[in-house]
């Protein structure tokens, strides 16, 4: 059905075989091409503190549990960032760690503990995408962080022109 039709006239085959080509064209770019990002992955999709079970003597994962929800599907649509590590504001850009801002020391108790919430919750979510970066290449490239994480070069290329340099 094409929801920009009036429901009280029929949609004609033609406008639904025009809609259904347009469709197809599309396809093509909605894949990527690599063979690693269309990869079939099991992958968790509830990685959270309650689900994975960690030995306190050796700190090594024992048990990850909850998998009624995982699928095994290609890479590219399944990757993310797990929600136990994913920092619920802005991600800085790059590779930048964050920091208290300058008058953190003039802030409110409670505004100091929201912005070290904040810093830790961001932190958490860096040190996960430099994991991934280092360990797990394709899942890097294929997450979209890669496109998120310029080159020094294109840094300054965006500060000169946002400069009008």
């Not at 549990?65 to 649509?77: E, G, K, R």
Request: proline share 8%; aromatic share 10%.
């Amino acid at each position: 059905m094409n929801y920009y039709v009036s429901l009280k006239d029929p949609e004609l085959p033609d406008q639904a075989l025009a809609l259904l080509s347009k469709y197809l064209e599309a396809t093509p770019y909605l894949v990527p091409s690599e063979p690693e990002a269309a990869a079939n992955v099991l992958w968790h999709p509830d990685l959270h503190l309650d689900n994975i079970f960690v030995d306190p003597t050796t700190c090594k994962v024992t048990s990850i549990v909850d998998w009624q929800s995982t699928s095994i599907a290609p890479l590219f649509y399944q990757s993310c960032v797990p929600r136990m590590f994913r920092h619920g504001g802005p991600v800085r850009e790059a590779w930048v760690v964050p920091s208290r801002p300058g008058n953190f020391n003039t802030l409110s108790m409670e505004e100091q503990t929201r912005v070290d919430q904040d810093l830790e919750n961001g932190t958490i979510h860096k040190y996960y995408e430099a994991i991934v970066y280092r360990r797990a290449p394709y899942h890097w490239k294929v997450s979209g962080a890669a496109e998120r994480h310029p080159t020094q070069t294109q840094a300054n290329e965006a500060r000169d022109w946002s400069l009008g340099e």
